[in-house]
Protein backbone atom coordinates (compact mmCIF):
# COMPACT_ATOMS: atom_id res chain seq x y z
CA UNK A 1 0.00 0.00 0.00
CA UNK A 2 1.42 3.24 -0.97
CA UNK A 3 2.51 6.16 1.59
CA UNK A 4 -1.19 7.57 2.76
CA UNK A 5 0.54 11.06 2.60
CA UNK A 6 -0.94 14.32 1.16
CA UNK A 7 0.46 15.14 -2.08
CA UNK A 8 1.92 18.58 -3.48
CA UNK A 9 2.53 19.53 -6.91
CA UNK A 10 6.03 18.02 -8.20
CA UNK A 11 8.69 20.69 -7.65
CA UNK A 12 12.95 20.77 -7.34
CA UNK A 13 12.60 20.59 -3.88
CA UNK A 14 13.78 16.39 -2.21
CA UNK A 15 12.45 18.20 1.17
CA UNK A 16 10.83 20.98 2.32
CA UNK A 17 9.71 22.71 5.64
CA UNK A 18 6.80 24.99 5.89
CA UNK A 19 6.05 27.07 9.14
CA UNK A 20 8.01 23.90 10.80
CA UNK A 21 8.13 24.42 14.78
CA UNK A 22 8.96 22.12 17.70
CA UNK A 23 8.25 22.80 21.11
CA UNK A 24 9.60 20.59 24.26
CA UNK A 25 8.22 20.97 27.55
CA UNK A 26 5.44 23.17 28.42
CA UNK A 27 4.74 25.61 31.07
CA UNK A 28 8.36 26.84 32.63
CA UNK A 29 10.05 23.90 30.87
CA UNK A 30 9.02 24.60 27.71
CA UNK A 31 11.36 25.37 25.23
CA UNK A 32 11.25 26.20 21.27
CA UNK A 33 13.46 24.47 19.73
CA UNK A 34 12.67 25.31 16.07
CA UNK A 35 10.49 28.59 15.08
CA UNK A 36 8.55 28.77 12.32
CA UNK A 37 11.04 27.56 10.18
CA UNK A 38 9.98 27.68 5.76
CA UNK A 39 13.53 25.86 3.89
CA UNK A 40 13.64 24.08 0.84
CA UNK A 41 16.27 21.61 -0.14
CA UNK A 42 17.40 21.24 -3.57
CA UNK A 43 17.31 17.55 -5.94
CA UNK A 44 21.09 17.02 -6.58
CA UNK A 45 22.20 19.67 -4.16
CA UNK A 46 24.38 19.84 -1.07
CA UNK A 47 23.01 21.87 1.47
CA UNK A 48 25.03 22.58 5.01
CA UNK A 49 23.05 23.71 7.94
CA UNK A 50 24.86 25.64 10.46
CA UNK A 51 24.79 27.17 13.99
CA UNK A 52 25.69 27.74 17.02
CA UNK A 53 25.02 24.88 20.10
CA UNK A 54 21.39 25.02 20.78
CA UNK A 55 19.84 27.02 17.39
CA UNK A 56 18.36 23.99 16.21
CA UNK A 57 20.01 22.92 13.65
CA UNK A 58 20.29 19.44 14.27
CA UNK A 59 16.55 19.03 15.46
CA UNK A 60 15.55 20.53 11.92
CA UNK A 61 17.61 17.69 10.67
CA UNK A 62 15.96 14.83 12.71
CA UNK A 63 12.12 16.75 12.21
CA UNK A 64 12.92 16.76 8.16
CA UNK A 65 13.93 13.12 8.41
CA UNK A 66 11.02 12.07 10.34
CA UNK A 67 13.07 10.90 13.49
CA UNK A 68 11.49 13.14 15.90
CA UNK A 69 7.51 14.41 14.94
CA UNK A 70 7.26 18.24 14.76
CA UNK A 71 4.68 20.03 16.88
CA UNK A 72 3.01 21.94 14.14
CA UNK A 73 3.27 23.54 10.53
CA UNK A 74 4.47 20.59 7.61
CA UNK A 75 7.77 18.68 6.78
CA UNK A 76 7.86 17.03 3.23
CA UNK A 77 10.33 14.60 1.38
CA UNK A 78 9.58 14.69 -2.09
CA UNK A 79 5.69 15.14 -2.17
CA UNK A 80 5.55 12.98 1.24
CA UNK A 81 3.90 15.08 4.06
CA UNK A 82 5.48 13.44 7.07
CA UNK A 83 2.63 14.72 9.81
CA UNK A 84 0.64 12.59 7.62
CA UNK A 85 2.19 9.12 7.92
CA UNK A 86 1.12 6.85 10.68
CA UNK A 87 4.17 5.39 12.30
CA UNK A 88 4.71 2.26 9.97
CA UNK A 89 4.43 4.64 7.09
CA UNK A 90 7.17 6.76 8.84
CA UNK A 91 9.60 3.88 8.77
CA UNK A 92 8.94 2.89 5.62
CA UNK A 93 9.59 6.20 4.24
CA UNK A 94 12.71 6.46 6.53
CA UNK A 95 14.02 2.74 5.02
CA UNK A 96 13.15 3.60 1.21
CA UNK A 97 13.66 7.27 0.81
CA UNK A 98 15.83 8.80 3.52
CA UNK A 99 19.43 7.85 4.05
CA UNK A 100 21.43 8.46 7.10
CA UNK A 101 25.32 9.12 8.11
CA UNK A 102 25.61 9.67 11.37
CA UNK A 103 29.19 10.93 13.94
CA UNK A 104 29.26 7.56 15.12
CA UNK A 105 29.24 4.76 12.52
CA UNK A 106 26.43 3.02 13.48
CA UNK A 107 27.95 -0.43 11.67
CA UNK A 108 27.16 -4.13 13.00
CA UNK A 109 30.48 -5.55 14.11
CA UNK A 110 29.38 -9.15 12.84
CA UNK A 111 28.82 -8.46 9.68
CA UNK A 112 31.69 -7.37 6.45
CA UNK A 113 31.25 -4.10 4.90
CA UNK A 114 29.76 -5.19 2.03
CA UNK A 115 27.13 -6.85 4.38
CA UNK A 116 26.51 -3.45 6.39
CA UNK A 117 25.80 -1.34 3.09
CA UNK A 118 23.04 -3.41 1.74
CA UNK A 119 21.56 -4.26 5.60
CA UNK A 120 18.60 -1.73 4.79
CA UNK A 121 17.76 -3.45 2.29
CA UNK A 122 18.18 -6.64 3.19
CA UNK A 123 15.79 -5.50 6.13
CA UNK A 124 13.04 -4.88 3.30
CA UNK A 125 13.12 -8.08 1.65
CA UNK A 126 15.10 -6.03 -1.33
CA UNK A 127 17.86 -7.68 -3.60
CA UNK A 128 20.31 -4.54 -4.47
CA UNK A 129 21.09 -2.96 -7.86
CA UNK A 130 24.74 -4.72 -8.29
CA UNK A 131 25.36 -2.12 -10.90
CA UNK A 132 24.32 1.03 -8.88
CA UNK A 133 25.88 -0.35 -5.59
CA UNK A 134 29.38 -1.36 -7.68
CA UNK A 135 29.55 2.19 -8.70
CA UNK A 136 28.92 3.32 -4.91
CA UNK A 137 31.72 1.16 -4.31
CA UNK A 138 34.03 2.58 -6.73
CA UNK A 139 33.55 6.28 -5.52
CA UNK A 140 34.44 5.73 -2.17
CA UNK A 141 37.12 3.63 -2.69
CA UNK A 142 35.86 0.48 -0.75
CA UNK A 143 36.43 -2.74 -3.62
CA UNK A 144 39.00 -3.90 -1.52
CA UNK A 145 37.88 -4.26 2.04
CA UNK A 146 33.91 -5.14 1.06
CA UNK A 147 35.02 -8.91 2.92
CA UNK A 148 36.40 -6.88 5.93
CA UNK A 149 34.63 -6.65 9.26
CA UNK A 150 34.16 -3.05 10.95
CA UNK A 151 37.00 -4.07 13.52
CA UNK A 152 39.15 -4.58 10.65
CA UNK A 153 38.89 -1.19 8.91
CA UNK A 154 39.97 2.33 9.86
CA UNK A 155 37.57 4.83 11.31
CA UNK A 156 37.55 6.63 7.88
CA UNK A 157 36.92 3.27 6.42
CA UNK A 158 34.10 2.37 8.45
CA UNK A 159 32.55 6.02 8.32
CA UNK A 160 32.82 5.36 3.91
CA UNK A 161 31.02 2.02 4.65
CA UNK A 162 28.42 4.33 6.41
CA UNK A 163 28.15 6.50 3.24
CA UNK A 164 28.06 4.25 1.22
CA UNK A 165 24.88 2.15 3.15
CA UNK A 166 23.07 5.43 3.07
CA UNK A 167 23.62 5.58 -0.94
CA UNK A 168 23.35 2.06 -2.05
CA UNK A 169 19.03 2.23 -1.38
CA UNK A 170 19.24 5.46 -4.04
CA UNK A 171 17.51 7.80 -1.16
CA UNK A 172 15.58 10.58 -2.32
CA UNK A 173 17.84 12.51 0.25
CA UNK A 174 20.87 11.86 2.59
CA UNK A 175 20.67 13.37 6.10
CA UNK A 176 24.38 13.70 7.60
CA UNK A 177 24.66 14.90 11.00
CA UNK A 178 28.49 15.73 11.82
CA UNK A 179 29.97 13.04 9.38
CA UNK A 180 33.56 13.87 10.42
CA UNK A 181 33.14 14.49 14.09
CA UNK A 182 35.28 11.03 15.16
CA UNK A 183 37.55 11.60 12.52
CA UNK A 184 41.05 13.44 12.14
CA UNK A 185 41.12 16.64 9.17
CA UNK A 186 42.84 14.23 6.27
CA UNK A 187 40.22 11.51 6.91
CA UNK A 188 37.54 13.60 7.46
CA UNK A 189 38.66 15.61 3.92
CA UNK A 190 38.16 12.23 2.30
CA UNK A 191 34.21 11.72 3.68
CA UNK A 192 33.69 15.14 2.39
CA UNK A 193 34.95 14.59 -0.71
CA UNK A 194 32.85 11.19 -0.90
CA UNK A 195 29.88 13.20 -0.30
CA UNK A 196 30.41 16.29 -2.54
CA UNK A 197 31.13 13.36 -5.07
CA UNK A 198 27.71 11.60 -4.70
CA UNK A 199 25.98 15.20 -5.13
CA UNK A 200 28.52 15.54 -8.28
CA UNK A 201 28.27 11.94 -9.87
CA UNK A 202 25.42 10.16 -8.57
CA UNK A 203 22.92 13.06 -8.73
CA UNK A 204 21.86 12.08 -5.11
CA UNK A 205 20.52 15.35 -2.45
CA UNK A 206 22.67 15.63 0.91
CA UNK A 207 21.93 17.78 3.86
CA UNK A 208 24.68 18.08 6.74
CA UNK A 209 24.41 19.78 10.01
CA UNK A 210 28.20 21.02 10.81
CA UNK A 211 30.11 23.19 13.04
CA UNK A 212 33.01 23.18 10.42
CA UNK A 213 33.35 26.33 8.74
CA UNK A 214 36.24 24.12 6.09
CA UNK A 215 33.51 20.92 5.83
CA UNK A 216 30.64 23.66 5.13
CA UNK A 217 32.63 24.91 1.93
CA UNK A 218 31.83 21.48 0.95
CA UNK A 219 28.45 22.35 -0.04
CA UNK A 220 26.77 24.34 -2.32
CA UNK A 221 24.79 26.32 0.18
CA UNK A 222 24.75 26.77 3.55
CA UNK A 223 21.80 27.70 5.88
CA UNK A 224 22.29 29.57 9.04
CA UNK A 225 19.96 28.86 12.14
CA UNK A 226 19.93 30.99 15.00
CA UNK A 227 17.53 30.31 18.45
CA UNK A 228 15.31 28.07 16.38
CA UNK A 229 15.21 30.01 13.15
CA UNK A 230 16.77 30.69 9.72
CA UNK A 231 18.81 33.83 9.78
CA UNK A 232 20.60 33.96 6.80
CA UNK A 233 21.69 31.85 3.98
CA UNK A 234 25.25 31.54 1.76
CA UNK A 235 25.44 30.01 -1.50
CA UNK A 236 29.09 28.81 -3.29
CA UNK A 237 30.39 28.90 0.18
CA UNK A 238 34.53 28.95 1.07
CA UNK A 239 35.37 28.45 4.36
CA UNK A 240 36.87 32.06 4.69
CA UNK A 241 32.98 33.42 3.62
CA UNK A 242 31.46 30.67 6.20
CA UNK A 243 33.46 31.89 9.04
CA UNK A 244 33.58 35.73 8.32
CA UNK A 245 29.07 35.42 8.63
CA UNK A 246 29.92 33.35 11.49
CA UNK A 247 31.29 36.41 12.85
CA UNK A 248 29.31 38.54 12.07
CA UNK A 249 26.52 36.86 13.71
CA UNK A 250 28.49 35.94 16.90
CA UNK A 251 29.19 40.37 17.06
CA UNK A 252 25.05 40.28 16.66
CA UNK A 253 24.51 38.27 20.05
CA UNK A 254 27.11 40.38 21.77
CA UNK A 255 25.57 43.99 20.63
CA UNK A 256 22.17 43.05 21.04
Given at each position: ????????????????????????????????????????????????????SGSGKSTLMHC?????????????????????????????????????????????????????????????????????????????????????????????????????????????????????????????????????????????????????PVAAAYADRVV?????????????????????????????????
Amino acid sequence: MPYAAVHAPAATAAARASGLTKVYGAGETRVVALDSVDVEFGRGRFTAIMGPSGSGKSTLMHCMAGLDAITSGSARIGDVELTSLKDRELTRLRRDKVGFVFQAFNLLPTLSAYENMTLPMAIAGRSPDKAWVDRIVRTVGLADRLAHRPAQLSGGQQQRVAVARALASRPEIIFADEPTGNLDSRTGAEILGFLRESVHALEQTVVMVTHDPVAAAYADRVVFLADGRIVDELHAPSAESVLDRMRQFEGRVRTS
